[in-house]
């Protein structure tokens, strides 16, 4: 399980994240069967002995549960890093840009280690054919795994750039000294730069295990703010996202998707659109598209075509959370339940219990720029420009639906417009590179963002029970948790009780569900936040006093403290429609903590500020941290205030922007960001836990503004009901 704590210490524990691996290995993938006529098939694939293996699920998903362990990373300082003669520094990632600046500051880390300008690295990403294979940008991994993985690279390259300068001046390597890419020697007055002394050559050295990396205490690249990388292209329009890609000859694709989901496919006449001029159909097992010149001829002929479905009756979100606790499995092994002393026995002991239920409802990641794909076959080999977290596994997906060897498919993942967990599947890309097969030219395929809605997997839903007991001093004695379906990530309580009972139980999802920034996180910071909130009130103590009497950890204490500090808590009591709030936890390593100021007027909620405050140790790129942080705020406060998919017979009926509420610029209120910069620990991920605060902060600030308790995310979909409370 995860968060066990070990002298007031939170740490993840193996345990946690296989099983967190497993639960992103379960992503659905859309289920397209291609089966090609013989003389297509063999034309795909050549000559020579034919196996097939047909997965509903890809073998390499979100954290690489499967296929990832035979990938060793490379050993050899030229798979990772590449100086030029002109002195620039390349650096190779599987990992990829999403919007979270990972560009940035991966490469102030090459920096620093390298003692080179920051101006002059440049890092290449999410290339399967240049960069050394990744599982994926997912996790909050990229820092402390890639960013330590490249600090490594880039010392190593240092100490064997200053060993060849010794050799060559016959000189005491220890008394060299690197900065801004060049090496000088005290003694003589001599300097070379890295570029004169490599010459293009490669560094192939192997990489030690422990080189001599810099104290955060000295960085002075890392550790500093820095502007985005690139970030004029991004401001201009000069960026190339995959929709902006264009090839020689290239044709437009679309699918034509089933009436609903889990639906088969009855019947199909695609003659009148065979009929249109310049336009390529495709029907092939389930899967019907179309392509041609332009958008509008494609749309058409989509439309032209007459395809019957039959799908089974399937439940509405009015079901949604009866369905999911009947609906869930009773088989829990120890990754799935933590046992710690006795629930039952201690109840007696307690001088107030107290037991609710929570429910968070499937919302969808709503990234700015829709899946999308361009699919080149050449040659015999594939390659694709498509938006995924996972370039190395959407190559796998590739390579499987068109039986083709590994080494005939090369996906390239430009910077792409946000993510949010929602691309590690490889959908578009599949479809693009299949109607490209059919056409025998290149084909774009952009998901509308209708499609985007409806057939994108979804943030799970979830019902959440917690049962709770304290002594009269508010020391908590017991607590019972169980999560049925919407996942165990930052299940386990941080808070230091001496008897619990916490279980997830996995549930027949009705909607094809994955990751999603934070994964369960939010959804289990916001139950958890919100019953320490209602047993504080229990007690009549104060929110904050409440969690500092019952938790140890010094960072976790450190972070509720600084936001408190910050935003003033206490020194202004609630009114009526005026109210305040507070929650917090840990998760992928970084401590949190959230305080919100809300205005109901009239049912209508507004959260006027936040103070947030966060530890991840070591700070890379303040200001970056600082924007990743205020992001994750105002995406949280979608999911806390009025985001929720609604369905019904296996079809979205809110598949549209103009129903599907997301935060808007008048929904932004001041946000404060404080950071708790630990020189002292390791730098972890800041891209998922900065989001888990605020649903329940915000919660409790509308039940200290209305005395209405509401324990159901979106909290105020429409606007706050009579008193729930």
């Not at 065979?274 to 092939?284: A, M, Q």
């Not at 019904?648 to 929904?667: A, C, K, M, Q, W």
């Not at 919660?699 to 209305?706: R, S, Y």
Request: glycine share 10%; hydrophobic share 40%.
């Amino acid at each position: 399980m995860r968060n066990l704590p070990l002298d007031g210490e939170l740490v993840e524990v193996p345990e946690a994240q296989d099983f967190e691996l497993r639960q992103h290995d379960s992503i659905l993938r859309l289920p397209h069967a291609f089966s090609f006529d013989r003389r297509g098939f063999f034309k795909v694939l050549g000559g020579g002995l034919l196996v097939c293996i047909a997965a509903r699920h890809a073998t390499s998903q979100e954290s690489g549960a499967g296929a990832h362990r035979d990938h060793e990373p490379p050993k050899t300082l030229d798979s990772w890093l590449h100086i030029g003669e002109n002195g620039e520094v390349t650096a190779f990632t599987g990992k990829v840009e999403v919007g979270q600046n990972a560009r940035t500051s991966l490469a102030q880390q090459v920096a620093e280690e390298l003692r080179v300008p920051l101006t002059s690295v440049r890092l290449i990403m999410g290339d399967t054919e240049l960069t050394p294979y990744d599982m994926g940008t997912f996790g909050s991994r990229t820092t402390p795994q890639m960013g330590m993985q490249l600090r490594k690279v880039s010392a190593s390259a240092r100490a064997v750039l200053i060993q060849m300068a010794a050799e060559r001046w016959s000189a005491d390597a220890s008394g060299l000294v690197v900065q801004e890419g060049k090496i000088s020697d005290p003694k003589t007055n001599r300097t070379i730069s890295y570029a004169e002394l490599v010459h293009g050559q490669k560094l192939a050295k192997l990489i030690p295990d422990d080189p001599e990396l810099t104290p955060a205490s000295d960085w002075k690249v890392a550790g500093a703010s820095a502007p985005k990388a690139n970030g004029r292209d991004f401001v201009t329009g000069a960026h190339q996202y995959t929709t902006d890609v264009g090839l020689p000859g290239m044709l437009h694709g679309k699918v034509v998707r089933p009436s609903a989901f889990h639906a088969k496919l009855m019947s199909c006449d695609t003659s009148q659109a065979e009929k249109i001029p310049g336009v390529s159909v495709v029907h092939d097992g389930d899967f019907i598209g179309v392509s041609a010149m332009d958008v509008m001829t494609t749309g058409r002929a989509s439309q032209a075509i007459r395809a019957q479905w039959d799908a089974p009756p399937q439940i509405s979100d009015r079901e949604l959370f009866d369905h999911l606790r009947k609906g869930a499995s009773d088989e829990n092994d120890n990754k799935e339940q933590f046992v710690l002393g006795s629930v039952e026995q201690s109840r007696a002991q307690a001088s107030k219990t107290l037991q609710q239920t929570y429910t968070v409802a499937y919302i969808a990641h709503t990234p700015l720029e829709p899946r999308a794909a361009v699919a080149e076959w050449k040659d015999g080999k594939l390659t694709v420009w498509t938006g995924t977290q996972r370039p190395f596994a959407v190559k796998e997906e590739l390579a499987q639906a068109f039986r083709l060897s590994p080494e005939n498919v090369r996906v390239i993942v430009p910077d792409t417009g946000s993510a949010y967990g929602g691309k590690h599947t490889g959908e578009a890309a599949v479809e693009g590179a299949r109607l490209a097969k059919a056409a025998g030219k290149p084909v774009k395929l952009i998901w509308s963002r209708e499609e985007e809605f409806t057939w994108a997997y979804f943030r799970p839903a979830g019902v959440i029970d917690v049962s709770s007991g304290a002594k009269a001093d508010g020391s908590i004695i017991f607590w019972e948790y169980d999560n049925f379906n919407s996942g165990p990530a930052a299940m386990r309580t941080p808070y230091e009780v001496a008897n619990q009972r916490i279980t997830f139980h996995p549930a027949d999802a009705p909607l094809r569900q994955g990751s999603y920034r934070s994964l369960a996180a939010a959804a289990n910071h916001f139950a958890r936040e919100s019953h320490m909130d209602e047993l504080a009130h229990e007690f009549r103590m104060d929110p904050l006093e409440f969690r500092l009497k019952n938790l140890k950890n010094d960072r976790l204490r450190a972070v509720f403290q600084a936001a408190a500090e910050k935003f003033g808590w206490g020194k202004q009591k609630a009114t009526p429609g005026i109210g305040f709030g507070l929650g917090g936890g840990f998760e992928k390593g970084g401590y949190i903590a959230t305080c919100a100021e809300v205005s109901v007027q009239r049912g209508a909620v507004k959260v006027t500020r936040v103070v947030e405050a966060f530890d991840c140790g070591a700070v890379v790129n303040p200001q970056g941290l600082k924007n990743q942080i205020a992001g994750a705020v105002m995406q949280g406060l979608g999911g806390a205030l009025f985001e929720a998919i609604r369905f019904e017979n296996g079809r979205i009926v809110n598949p549209h922007l103009s129903e599907y509420r997301v935060p808007r610029f008048s929904d932004l209120p001041q946000i404060d960001v404080v950071l708790v910069d630990r020189k002292d620990q390791r730098s972890m991920g800041a891209g998922e836990t900065p989001l888990t605060g605020i649903a329940p902060a915000v919660g409790n600030a509308i039940f200290a503004a209305t005395g209405s308790r509401i324990r159901s995310l979106p909290l105020a979909p429409s606007g706050i009901p009579n008193k729930a409370s």
